[in-house]
């Protein structure tokens, strides 16, 4: 039956016999009253995905009400629950552990006669609560761990705390406190809190990352069909990728590929503190879990892929078959078209290699002026590292402002005025015409006609996904490897191929919170992520794998003014500054577009705010009253 017409109920298997199905009443997050069945028909929920419908009916709590958690935040109905009072009591969360607080629906402002709260839990209305549904499905753990911070690493992104809520907080005064004794319901939230600290601040110890019993190696491939699941690229979202399958209980063989000689390392910090001097190669490397228990081929170029056969082809001619695949081999440094002047004055920087490369180029030719080309992120975190040195900087860039394509117009001007102020010379829409080497420095030719000296040149002009050797593989590899929402890797006729997932920055999927355009994103936590809901699709297959609706988050720091945003900014139609001001350089602002469901809420972006960001995580996505940014009188209360 057509979904139009039939009746949609949510299947909720974990509940008592005598509630076998309940109506859709918000897709985020329902109260409906035990017993209560009348069918809502799919019709009168708005416009119809294009997509099959995921898994329904998670149960979240129970008592004498049942919530049950719909897990797309596109589709918004305007049916509201009944208007019957009641309650939610012992709440617990997706992974069964207890949350601080009891939610209740927006009648009922008080518990109901007998009923008492645990301790330290508050009353919070039901619209102001905002469900944690974007982020992964993290497999429990069952001992307790240790975490510490190192107080000279943490910038205080708050980064921590949307991952761990129960075990970091940031304080009204922007200071960070945390709780170094983690139960093991919290165990696996502080886990992924680890993986996804931008200046990789925190430490974790004791406890076990999860280790499902081993199983042989027939019943592994009885179960999930796969004997060896190969992971091609040795970054982040690889590494995100094999520690997942691992945890899932694949104990089959595991290879991970690399081209570079060393294993997984956080690229961020190249531009900043690498050259800078403050974190060294080794402090980079990522704690990989020992019980990773893989084959690592590092220094190993993949030249091929023969879907059919199931195999990398490698250069020297060898093949790797595989059961599985997983594609995470990133991106690479945007070029010039053509090289201007053969010299080691002009570099790139992507990979730990170039950058030493660039800090042994800058010492040995002693460079007191760098030209920098790019007015992205890498750009302008270059921009920042070089005045910190002491260098003079000028950065020149063929649009304008700065960071427009990402922030836009308004806030790209806020960047702009923080470079300058800090003694960058920035050029925009400007190109350099000519190229010479003077044999002691470059000279360059701007478009106006003017001649710049300089000891160095950094390229910062963006990226392009490696997949030069996916060509000839059958799969869409327009702009990175073209996926389904659940992450598995798209062919040449627009179906998803079994066995094979990409992740990362190479892969380019449509992210359902905001539309079916397919996009790439380039962003440490979304590495992380993508990783593991790749591992585990690869184990599920396309017709049972969930969708991938992830909330993008990054940040950078300009000359000590931390930048922080949630969502996709570039989707945005209009910006509203909706706490601070521009002028003082502190502020959050709400990027929104309309849509033929309402008004949606796509980004919010923060400067030296991240506090107050916190407060507009969860609604990226939404349309409606949860698009609706928080006031003083809504903000959720934590």
């Given at each position: ?183 093991a ?28 019993g081993r199983?042989?190696?027939s ?20 590494l995100s ?56 081929l ?42 201007p ?25 002693r ?58 010379d920035?050029r ?126 990054f ?10 945003a ?44 991240p ?28």
């Open positions: 039956m057509p979904y139009d017409t039939q009746p949609l109920y949510l299947p909720a298997p974990h509940l008592s016999a005598s509630v076998h199905q309940m109506p859709l009443t918000n897709p985020m997050l329902s109260y409906v009253p035990v017993g209560y069945q009348a069918p809502v028909p799919y019709s009168e929920l708005g416009p119809v995905p294009a997509y099959p419908m995921p898994p329904i009916g998670t149960v979240v709590a129970e008592a004498s009400t049942r919530m049950v958690r719909w897990p797309s935040p596109l589709v918004q109905p305007p049916v509201q629950p009944p208007a019957e009072r009641y309650h939610v009591q012992d709440v617990q969360s997706l992974q069964g552990d207890p949350l601080p607080a009891a939610r209740l629906a927006p009648e009922q402002q008080e518990l109901e006669p007998g009923l008492e709260l645990e301790s330290g839990a508050e009353l919070v209305p039901w619209l102001e609560f905002a469900p944690e549904e974007f982020l992964p499905k993290l497999v429990s753990e069952s001992e307790p761990v240790k975490v510490s911070v190192d107080n000279n690493r943490c910038h205080i992104y708050g980064i921590c705390q949307q991952e761990a809520p129960e075990v970091f907080r940031i304080s009204e005064g922007g200071s960070l406190h945390y709780t170094g004794n983690v139960a319901r919290f165990a696996a939230k502080a886990r992924q809190a680890v993986r996804c600290c931008p200046m990789q601040a925190i430490a974790i110890s004791g406890g076990a990352a999860p280790t499902p199983r042989s190696r019943a592994t491939a009885s179960r999930d069909g796969y004997r060896r699941i190969v992971v091609a690229g040795g970054g982040l979202a690889g990728a094999a520690s997942r399958l691992r945890e899932r209980g694949f104990d089959g063989e595991l290879v991970l590929v690399g081209e570079e000689l060393r294993r997984p390392y956080s690229r961020p910090p190249l531009s900043k503190q690498f050259l800078a001097g403050e974190l060294g190669s080794e402090d980079l490397t990522f704690r990989a879990d020992d019980s990773l228990d893989a084959h690592w590092l220094g190993t170029h993949m030249i091929g892929l023969n879907a059919e056969k199931k195999t990398l082809e490698l250069r020297g001619g060898e093949r790797l078959p595989y059961d599985g695949l997983v594609i995470a081999t990133g991106v690479d440094a945007k070029r010039l078209p053509q090289t002047v053969v010299s080691d004055r002009i570099r790139t920087v992507r990979t730990l290699t170039d950058a030493a490369a660039i800090q042994q180029a800058m010492h040995a030719a460079a007191h002026h760098v030209v920098i080309l790019g007015g992205g992120f890498v750009g302008c975190e270059l921009a920042c590292t070089a005045r910190d040195q002491g260098m003079d900087v000028t950065l020149v860039v063929h649009s304008a402002p700065l960071l427009r394509r990402v922030l836009g117009s308004k806030l790209g001007e806020v960047v702009g005025r923080i470079q300058a102020r800090a003694g960058v920035v925009l829409s400007t190109k350099i015409s000519e190229w010479s080497d003077t044999g002691s420095g470059l000279r360059l030719r701007l478009d106006d006609g003017e001649m710049i000296d300089a000891d160095f040149v950094v390229l910062g002009l963006g990226s392009v996904p490696r997949t030069e050797w996916l060509h000839g593989s059958g799969l869409d590899v327009t702009d990175g490897v073209l996926c389904d929402t659940t992450c598995h890797a798209v062919d040449l006729t627009g179906r998803p191929v079994p066995g094979i997932v990409a992740a990362g920055d190479v892969a380019r999927w449509p992210n359902e919170r905001f539309d079916s355009t397919a996009r790439r994103v380039e962003h440490l936590i979304h590495a992380v992520e993508m990783g593991q809901h790749a591992a585990d699709s690869l184990l599920q297959g396309p017709t049972e794998a969930e969708m991938f609706t992830p909330v993008p988050r940040w950078s720091e300009q000359h000590g003014t931390r930048l922080q949630v969502g996709m900014p570039a989707l945005g139609e209009r910006m509203e500054i909706v706490e601070g001001s521009l002028r003082s350089e502190s502020f959050v602002a709400a990027y929104k577009r309309d849509t033929p469901q309402g008004t949606q809420l796509v980004a919010a972006v923060a400067f030296d705010m506090r107050q960001l916190l407060d507009y995580r969860d609604r990226i996505g939404h349309t409606g009253p949860l698009a609706q940014t928080p006031t003083p009188n809504t903000r959720r209360r934590r």
